[in-house]
């Protein structure tokens, strides 16, 4: 099913809707931000130099920092009169970025969302057992309104308390599940531990997202839960979840690109890159009311294509995030992404899906160790040796993979710590 008729747009509607809205994007924030105002002022670009979403790159880019400079709504181009709901991130690292919703925003919002159940197949007989958290991040909210306004019936379990989630996700009829891929592992491993098969409990299909996450982790959680897990991209500062998401073909990830218009930059010259080529991806809002962000920095690497898919969207798709620049780790000279390690240990079949990656500075050299659970049942007790070998094995496929040494440790089952949300698969011991 198609939610909407902008889904299918041929590339010239798109292409003229795109101009319009970003036109009037333009006049928009250069009259009510001052912090567009000057940077357009600066550059010497007056709204009137924009005459279709082809110019978007004579626009000013947004960071992060421009959001904490501007905390908490010196960024908002509307009256706070206006502004319905306010989110924020959870500031681990620094202060906290505040992002902002009109009513017409939320209303966007909720049929991105909406878009998305019906590109996975959701049908409005569905409940949605909705895990992710509910509060100042995105995500609970934005898969809930989501359901809503498709039609299916919301669970609003959030986060926490693994048992209460098995107990209702048995007594709920839930169909679907929404969490991060990460907490989806650990869900269904506590569930196996409880002597139950998580596949016979009736969920069909998973959006999954929040996180980076390989093909071969989908593959795993696919075959633990005996369902779909389709990829679902977003980050506040664009809207939250619905940025772009995983059809039933789960070939790449359609753009809500009559809102959210992407661009590939080279992360060196911040030049535009082509179709196909590898870079960070930059989103400008060209719908949104509260916080019209130009050309935001996502750090996130992916790549756009514009070939035909399968279920008949036109929209432009993105490839997987391989990862975020900012967590991108330089080993010795080679870019190395948390994503490319989990690759060869799910390839290899050997251990868990459950990893840390511990880097640190050792005589001026950068270390990485690989910390992963042995699969269950492997115990240090039978099999030292065996754990021997397969650090090896792994060891060696890392180096002939990745072209790094790192140093491999196989750990217990269960002794890394488990997420219910984001994953944090790094321990970053430099500079401490
Ligand atoms: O994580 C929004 C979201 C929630 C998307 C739930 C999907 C599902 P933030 O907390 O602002 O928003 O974090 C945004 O998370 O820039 C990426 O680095 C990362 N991220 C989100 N989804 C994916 C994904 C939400 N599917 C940041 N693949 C983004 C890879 C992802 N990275």
């Not at 390989?214 to 991209?233: C, F, P, V």
């Not at 995030?321 to 992404?337: H, K, S, W």
């Not at 390690?341 to 160790?369: C, F, K, M, Q, W």
């Amino acid at each position: 099913m198609i939610w909407q008729e902008e889904e299918c747009l041929s590339r010239d509607e798109m292409h003229a809707l795109q101009s319009k809205r970003l036109i009037d994007t333009v006049s928009r924030v250069y009259d009510n931000v001052s912090f567009y105002k000057n940077k357009m002022d600066e550059m010497g670009i007056l709204p009137g130099d924009i005459k279709g979403i082809d110019d978007v790159s004579k626009l000013p880019f947004t960071t992060k920092q421009d959001l904490r400079d501007h905390y908490p709504y010196k960024l908002f181009a509307v009256p706070m009169k206006k502004v319905k709901r306010v989110h924020a991130s959870s500031g681990t690292t620094g202060q906290p970025t505040v992002v902002g919703y009109t009513q017409n925003d939320l209303d966007l919002w909720a049929d991105c969302m909406a878009r998305f159940y019906a590109a996975m197949g959701a049908a409005e007989e569905d409940v949605v057992h909705n895990a992710l958290g509910y509060g100042f991040f995105t995500g609970g909210l934005g898969f809930h309104y989501g359901a809503e306004r498709f039609g299916a019936t919301v669970v609003p379990i959030s986060t926490g308390n693994t048992k209460k989630q098995i107990q209702v996700l048995q007594e709920f009829g839930s169909t679907i599940l929404v969490c991060t891929p990460s907490y989806a592992i650990y869900l269904g491993e506590s569930i196996k531990a409880m002597g139950i098969d998580p596949r016979s409990l009736g969920i069909k299909a998973a959006p999954l997202g929040g996180e980076p996450w390989t093909y071969e982790m989908r593959a795993e959680i696919e075959e633990l839960w005996g369902m779909k897990a389709h990829d679902s991209y977003g980050l506040s500062e664009i809207i939250g979840p619905g940025v772009s998401f995983e059809c039933q073909m789960q070939n790449h990830l359609h753009i809500n690109e009559d809102h959210f218009y992407p661009e590939i930059i080279d992360t060196e010259t911040l030049r535009p890159l082509s179709y196909g080529e590898s870079g960070e991806l930059v989103f400008t809002c060209i719908t949104k009311e509260a916080l019209p962000l130009l050309r935001y920095r996502t750090r996130d690497i992916s790549s756009l294509t514009d070939e035909p898919c399968g279920c008949g969207r036109t929209t432009v798709r993105m490839t997987k995030c391989a990862g975020r620049t900012d967590d991108m780790l330089i080993i010795r000279g080679v870019n190395v992404f948390p994503s490319q390690i989990e690759s060869v240990l799910l390839n290899l079949g050997e251990t868990a899906p459950h990893y840390v990656l511990i880097v640190d500075r050792v005589n001026n050299l950068d270390t990485l160790e690989v910390w992963v659970e042995g699969k269950e049942g492997v115990t240090f007790v039978d099999g030292m040796r065996h754990m021997k070998e397969i650090e090896k094995k792994i060891t060696d496929e890392i180096r002939s993979v990745l072209g790094i040494q790192v140093k491999v440790k196989l750990v217990e089952h269960k002794t890394i710590e488990r997420s219910e949300g984001k994953a944090k698969r790094i321990i970053d011991r430099r500079n401490k």
